[in-house]
């Protein structure tokens, strides 16, 4: 196994952002019958959540840190959710937030899985689930790059990165 190649920004290394983008595709596709389409990134100084529940986890591969932040409005969530459990949902109770959590977990794992095939060292961590109108403030020095995925019905949802 080689190892992965220094990136000055790691927000510009495409392994790692291809890497979760294929997690959220992959995990949503398989768990949740449901099909998702990146669109434009782009970045943002400070992140502001995209919606009304968001998967929060810490990612640490040797001096590297940072998050993965994925943001449901709540019209994807429940969509997703009434794929993946066969039930329709109108509130974020606690079951919405399990799924999150775990959906959040997944995704992370799918791609922690494909990065340290190519040579990074990824560690296992625990999500966080926030929901309501929230801001998330995060204290790096950098940017974060923000996924915008779109799904049927002209839903949305957001993947935000940021790494030191």
Known sequence: MSAAQK???????????NAFVDGVKKTLSTMA???????KAFVERDFKAKGEVSGMIGMVAGNMRGTITISFEKPSIFK???????????????????????LTNM???????ALNEMGYAFEM???TVIT???EITSYHKGAALV?????????????EITVE
């Open 7 to 17: 990136v000055e920004n790691p927000l510009l290394d495409k392994n790692l952002v």
């Open 107 to 113: 995704i992370y794992g799918t791609a922690k899985t």
């Open 132 to 134: 309501g109108s929230h």
């Open 147 to 159: 996924i915008p995925f779109s799904m049927d019905d002209n839903l949305q949802f957001f993947i």
């Open 80 to 102: 997703i959710l009434e794929n993946m459990l066969g039930e329709p949902y109108s509130e974020i109770n606690e079951e919405v937030r399990d799924a999150v959590g775990e």
């Open 33 to 39: 019958m449901t099909e998702s389409t990146p669109k």
């Open 125 to 127: 961590a625990i999500p």
